[in-house]
């Protein structure tokens, strides 16, 4: 099947583009499908967002809409991946289950094509069944879409590794070092989470991120932690806090406006981590910076304060 | 010898009758119920509780602690689809940090979707339990459950056309013998003299009467309280006010397994929890040709929140309008009261226009 036949795919570039956005686009580049990203998130994209979403969602779902709005009309299909669960006690936050649905219902009008590949292992459709019927309809034999999965699983096995050992090296570093935990899509995003990481640039501390560690011993340390948490997101952020925090001198918890998981993990792991300054950071749709900022500052001084450092 | 445990479970509605008839029927421990919600149990709640958390985990989490005061020595937390499934470690977290001694049950350890593992659960309740005993308790609560949702159903159809005022007098004895119940015999017969009771009240029904069907997250909208009341209010204007989300619907009933092939048009994957039971449920109202739905929630209430996007789409496409409803620790329910006499008022001019 030469490359062109099929019309473009589009990404939006927010949600899960940031945890498994490598894999899909190992999967479509080694089938040939040529794919576009939305820009890089922006202050406009999420004002368009939030106009489109219901006023009670949460920030990222609302960043997500304004992703989906800026490919409406510039592709063929936009592909939404449903991530729903791996597994009876392997969940996913029911935001990333309902994407798909929802963005088809809020665009009804617009007549754009979406595709999908549901991941949802309780209901006889585990990752590698998913991505094959993907690719089937994409129209590629399942042979091939499951040759293109395997290639792409494994890139982002190795993304994950480069994650882990570029973090290790950091730790090895010199400077205070924050662990700066959250979801993936908040901290990787140029509006949402680039400031706070510039911030803790600008004040002199390395900025350690929970998220770069691979996902099976994250969560293995998190189901002793949290044995009930079922959220395999959050269960890998809160196995990277575990795993992390000795080497780090406090951690910022940064969560969007109103996260469901982040709202309860969050609260869990003030209770239950004793001894560690921790920073809370709820991120709205506020448009200075200057909150933020000062709220970092001063956790940084209470931090250089713990180490018995004058200021 | 041990003496008997204390088990309380938060309240829920009236469902709390089936488990105190679970826990003295069947496992023959003490239930400890906690007293009715009230302005004190949310505040207890909300105090303690994380501030972006949805409202039925402060409202539990106030219910456990009225509980603990009031003598249990036992928390039961269960199990569910949704954050849910959380609530309990969190909330043994917080009641700990607050001090209180007591043994917690969190089903959700158990929910593994192993049989092993909820046998595992039961007896940690009491360990010498009967097996037999307990399995009958089991049957028996599940039909007090049904009884119970079957006649509440009947009581918001109904009891905004009585004109005598008989109908809450025999809701609440009706409720009281539940609790009372010791026997499947009791359940019966306390379900049979309701329902004659309620069989010979006449009723000034219109030939058309306005048909409300309420939608809504599992806690929200079943407890009363939470909703502030939202059926009787509705009632209360004189409309038949239908709610299909219940534990027997939900679950005892098996809730069919094929409601998301009959929203597929809407919907084609589940969006969590509640979602495919309330698009199917709206759906299904808009087929009855009803003249409004409600949907409620509970702020912050996720798979409620993703559902508003696909609501709207039937609301436009069957022209039925829906109003949504979002619940938080609110103090007062005039806010609630100008919502609905508005709707009222458009739906009911809707239907003289329609005819």
């Given at each position: 099947m030469s490359e062109n036949s099929i019309p473009a795919i589009g990404i939006p570039r927010a949600m899960l583009y940031y945890r498994y956005g490598t894999l899909w686009e190992h999967f479509l580049r080694a089938l040939g499908v040529s794919y576009i990203l939305s820009p890089p998130g922006t202050r406009g994209i999420l004002e368009a967002g939030t106009k489109l979403a219901p006023d009670e969602s949460c920030l990222s779902l609302k960043m997500f809409m304004g992703h989906v709005d800026m490919l409406i009309g510039k592709c063929g299909q936009i592909l939404i991946p449903r991530y729903s669960n791996y597994g009876y006690t392997e969940l996913f936050c029911p935001r990333y289950e309902g994407l798909y649905d929802q963005a088809r219902n809020i665009f009804r009008s617009t007549g754009q094509r979406f595709i999908t590949c549901n991941i949802d292992a309780q209901n006889g459709s585990p990752e590698p069944k998913a991505f094959e019927q993907f690719g089937v309809a994409l129209g590629f034999s399942a042979r091939q879409s499951r040759r293109a999965w395997l290639e792409a699983s494994r890139a982002l096995k190795q993304r994950q590794k480069a994650d882990e050992h570029a973090q290790k090296e950091l730790t090895a570093g010199p400077g205070m070092k924050v662990l700066i935990a959250g979801h993936s899509y908040i901290l990787s995003d140029p509006y949402l989470g680039k400031p706070i990481l510039d911030c803790l640039a600008a004040a002199g501390a390395v900025a350690l991120r929970a998220d770069a560690l691979e996902p099976e011993a994250a969560r293995k340390a998190c189901a002793k932690f949290s044995p009930t948490c079922r959220w395999i997101v959050s269960e890998e952020i809160l196995g990277g806090i575990l795993q992390w925090k000795d080497k780090a001198d406090g951690i910022i918890l940064v969560s969007a406006f109103p996260c469901g998981p982040d709202s309860m993990t969050n609260e869990l792991l003030i209770r239950r981590i004793k001894g560690m300054p921790i920073l809370p950071l709820v991120m709205d749709t506020q448009s200075g910076m200057a909150g933020i900022e000062t709220r970092i500052e001063s956790f940084l001084d209470i931090i250089r304060f713990q180490k018995g450092e004058r200021l | 010898m041990k003496q008997h445990r204390k088990v309380a479970l938060p309240r829920y509605g009236e469902y709390n009758c089936a488990?105190?008839?679970?826990?003295?029927?069947?496992?023959?421990?003490?239930?400890?119920?906690?007293?009715?919600?009230?302005?004190?149990?949310?505040?207890?709640?909300?105090?303690?509780?994380?501030?972006?958390?949805?409202?039925?985990?402060?409202?539990?989490?106030?219910?456990?602690?009225?509980?603990?005061?009031?003598?249990?020595?036992?928390?039961?937390?269960?199990?569910?689809?949704?954050?849910?499934?959380?609530?309990?470690?969190?909330?043994?977290?917080?009641?700990?940090?607050?001090?209180?001694?007591?043994?917690?049950?969190?089903?959700?350890?158990?929910?593994?979707?192993?049989?092993?593992?909820?046998?595992?659960?039961?007896?940690?309740?009491?360990?010498?339990?009967?097996?037999?005993?307990?399995?009958?308790?089991?049957?028996?609560?599940?039909?007090?459950?049904?009884?119970?949702?079957?006649?509440?159903?009947?009581?918001?159809?109904?009891?905004?056309?009585?004109?005598?005022?008989?109908?809450?007098?025999?809701?609440?004895?009706?409720?009281?013998?539940?609790?009372?119940?010791?026997?499947?015999?009791?359940?019966?017969?306390?379900?049979?003299?309701?329902?004659?009771?309620?069989?010979?009240?006449?009723?000034?029904?219109?030939?058309?009467?306005?048909?409300?069907?309420?939608?809504?997250?599992?806690?929200?909208?079943?407890?009363?309280?939470?909703?502030?009341?939202?059926?009787q209010k509705l009632a209360d204007m004189g409309v038949e006010v239908h709610r299909l989300m219940n534990i027997t619907n939900d679950m005892l009933r098996g809730g069919g397994k094929n409601k998301q092939a009959k929203i597929r048009e809407l919907c084609e994957y589940s969006m969590g929890a509640s979602s495919v039971a309330d698009l199917w449920q709206a759906q299904n109202f808009a087929e009855r040709g009803f003249d409004g739905v409600v949907q409620v929630k509970s702020a912050g209430c996720m798979p409620e929140t993703d559902i508003m996007p696909v609501l709207a789409n039937l609301s436009r496409d069957r022209k039925m309008p829906v109003l949504y409803l979002t619940y938080d620790s609110q103090t007062s329910d005039v806010g609630l009261m100008t919502r609905l006499e508005a709707f009222y008022d458009m739906v009911e001019m809707r239907k003289k226009v329609n005819g």
């Open positions: - | 488990l105190k008839y679970v826990v003295e029927q069947g496992f023959e421990a003490q239930c400890i119920l906690p007293p009715p919600l009230s302005r004190r149990t949310e505040d207890l709640g909300a105090r303690n509780s994380p501030d972006l958390v949805c409202t039925p985990f402060k409202t539990t989490l106030g219910s456990m602690i009225e509980a603990l005061e009031s003598g249990a020595d036992t928390i039961l937390m269960v199990p569910g689809a949704c954050r849910l499934n959380y609530f309990g470690e969190l909330q043994e977290q917080i009641l700990r940090d607050m001090g209180f001694t007591f043994e917690f049950i969190n089903l959700s350890l158990y929910n593994t979707g192993n049989v092993k593992d909820i046998l595992r659960a039961l007896r940690v309740i009491n360990p010498r339990r009967s097996m037999v005993k307990a399995a009958r308790s089991l049957y028996d609560a599940a039909r007090m459950v049904e009884h119970l949702d079957d006649l509440t159903s009947l009581y918001y159809q109904n009891c905004g056309f009585d004109p005598t005022g008989t109908y809450p007098k025999v809701y609440r004895r009706f409720i009281a013998d539940m609790y009372a119940a010791r026997n499947l015999t009791d359940i019966r017969e306390g379900y049979r003299a309701a329902c004659r009771a309620l069989e010979e009240v006449p009723l000034c029904k219109p030939a058309d009467p306005i048909r409300i069907g309420i939608i809504g997250d599992y806690y929200t909208v079943m407890d009363p309280f939470s909703n502030l009341e939202l059926e």
